[in-house]
């Protein structure tokens, strides 16, 4: 059975950092394609990063996000600097895209429960 379990959110302020994690059970993070995905209230979930034949990011987080991964601890990881109050929303981790396009968050098959990252100004 496939588990993701998020921590490391909380809330931070403007220019500050945090950093997300995501450990797996039930299969190896690096034989798969990996995400993290966000949600703020009212929004529809948009992905921030995407390990996928290359790493992408979204417009909005690039140069401040960097998504990594640790093999010997099967944990894939989301750094978060200069963080913004736009940056404010549930983060999601996501495992193995199955098709179609991979912003959408449909398309991915596994999901970390969400970890809540709030930025004050």
């Known amino acids: 059975q496939v588990r993701l379990v998020e921590s490391g959110g909380g809330l931070v302020q403007a220019g500050g950092s945090l950093r997300l994690s995501c450990a797996a059970s039930?299969?190896?993070?690096?034989?798969?394609?990996m995400a993290w995905f966000r949600q703020a209230p009212g929004k529809e979930r948009d992905v921030v990063a995407v390990v996928y034949r290359q790493t992408t990011y979204a417009d909005s987080v690039k140069d401040r996000f960097t998504i990594s991964i640790s093999t010997s601890k099967n944990t894939m990881y989301l750094q978060m600097n200069s963080l913004k109050p736009e940056d404010t929303a549930v983060y999601y981790c996501?495992?193995?895209?199955?098709?179609?396009?991979?912003?959408?968050?449909?398309?991915?098959?596994?999901w970390g429960q969400g970890t809540q990252v709030t930025v004050s100004s």
């Open positions: 039930g299969l190896t993070l690096s034989s798969y394609s």
């Open positions: 996501a495992v193995y895209f199955e098709g179609g396009s991979e912003n959408d968050s449909a398309n991915w098959r596994y």
